[in-house]
T-cell receptor, first 113, second 113 residues
Framework: DQQVKQNSPSLSVQEGRISILNCDYTNSMFDYFLWYKKYPAEGPTFLISISSIKDKNEDGRFTVFLNKSAKHLSLHIVPSQPGDSAVYFCAARYGGSQGNLIFGKGTKLSVKP | DGGITQSPKYLFRKEGQNVTLSCEQNLNHDAMYWYRQDPGQGLRLIYYSQIVNDFQKGDIAEGYSVSREKKESFPLTVTSAQKNPTAFYLC????????????FGDGTRLSIL
């Protein structure tokens, strides 16, 4: 059973508007969440992370929100740019684990000029 | 520049052959990981190593083997026992312990002839 779910396989947004990518999880023992961006035939690139003790983390155009009661996190990209077009993976880490991550299946974001 | 190097980028294997994928990092990270990505799927953990001369099975270790003789290197062997080896293989590394992001190489695509 999937512990990290990205229910939207794809998302299309107009350049300059906000992109919101969503991620749900089932395990309350996760203590650290990450977002990765991946272009075709390349490895994922780390974007932003959030600890379970916070509800928001911001880095430039990227903001991650965490709602622990709903077991939901989201990545906001404002403003969206064509170069943001990629697959975005949500990942979660078990608390106290050796750093192993559980990944969602990814959401393909297309930002149209 | 520091980073993770995976080679080769593309690899072809005949059925019944073992093949070894290379992963080298110069980030001075203690922990290293191997993932497999299939189309439309997230990353699934094959093996991981927190320290030299020690490694642990991940979620899908059957048909794979690894070694960790040096801190910088974590080669993955896909054996003939792996029935469906065609996939995109990703190597990652991180600082061991605590919530740290994993950094990825650019992957090796393995195909069966």
């Amino acid at each position: 059973d999937q512990q990290v779910k990205q229910n939207s396989p794809s998302l299309s947004v107009q350049e300059g508007r906000i992109s919101i990518l969503n991620c749900d999880y089932t395990n309350s023992m996760f203590d650290y969440f990450l977002w990765y961006k991946k272009y075709p035939a390349e490895g994922p690139t780390f974007l932003i992370s959030i600890s379970s003790i916070k509800d928001k983390n911001e880095d430039g155009r990227f903001t991650v929100f965490l709602n622990k009661s709903a077991k939901h996190l989201s990545l906001h990209i404002v403003p969206s740019q064509p170069g943001d077009s990629a697959v975005y993976f949500c990942a979660a880490r078990y608390g106290g684990s050796q750093g192993n991550l559980i990944f969602g299946k990814g959401t393909k974001l297309s930002v149209k000029p | 520049d520091g980073g993770i190097t995976q080679s080769p980028k593309y690899l072809f294997r005949k059925e019944g052959q073992n093949v070894t994928l290379s992963c080298e990092q110069n980030l001075n990270h203690d922990a290293m990981y191997w993932y497999r990505q299939d189309p439309g799927q997230g990353l699934r953990l094959i093996y991981y190593s927190q320290i030299v001369n020690d490694f642990q099975k991940g979620d899908i270790a059957e048909g794979y083997s690894v070694s960790r003789e040096k801190k910088e290197s974590f080669p993955l062997t896909v054996t003939s026992a792996q029935k469906n080896p065609t996939a995109f293989y990703l190597c990652a590394s991180s600082i061991a312990g605590g919530p740290q992001p994993q950094h990825f190489g650019d992957g090796t695509r393995l195909s069966i002839l």
